[in-house]
Nanobody
Framework: QVQLVESGGGSVQSGGSLRLSCVAS????????MGWFRQAPGKEREGVAT???????SYTDSVKGRFTISRDNLKNTLYLQMNSLKPEDTAMYYC????????????????WGQGTQVTVSS
């Protein structure tokens, strides 16, 4: 059974940085993609960043230039480096993965972690 376990969340002040990690167990990252999503209270879940097996990355507009998604294949770990954090970045952040390219493009990921909370104070 695939397991995705996030860590690295916490509370920071506006302008601060955090690095989220997601360790994947029993998941072979040969096709498809992995990504980060977030959901703030009262809001819909939104895709934050995605990385495909060829290294291609994509970001939602609100985080471009501030967040960086990366992956360490040897450690089977996905990262999200978040800089210049803003209060509007406050949310539960989820790691997700799917071996199907089209599922990735549509945001319909099959595997999800439990989430890690990020809180940014002004």
């Amino acid at each position: 059974q695939v397991q995705l376990v996030e860590s690295g969340g916490g509370s920071v002040q506006s302008g601060g940085s955090l690095r989220l990690s997601c360790v994947a167990s029993r998941y072979t990252y040969r096709t498809g993609c992995m990504g980060w999503f977030r959901q703030a209270p009262g809001k819909e879940r939104e895709g934050v960043a995605t990385i495909f097996t060829d290294g291609t990355t994509s970001y939602t507009d609100s985080v471009k230039g501030r967040f960086t998604i990366s992956r360490d294949n040897l450690k089977n770990t996905l990262y999200l480096q978040m800089n210049s954090l803003k209060p509007e970045d406050t949310a539960m952040y989820y790691c997700a993965a799917d071996p199907n390219y089209f599922a990735c493009k549509n945001g319909n990921f099959g595997y999800w972690g439990q989430g890690t909370q990020v809180t940014v104070s002004s």
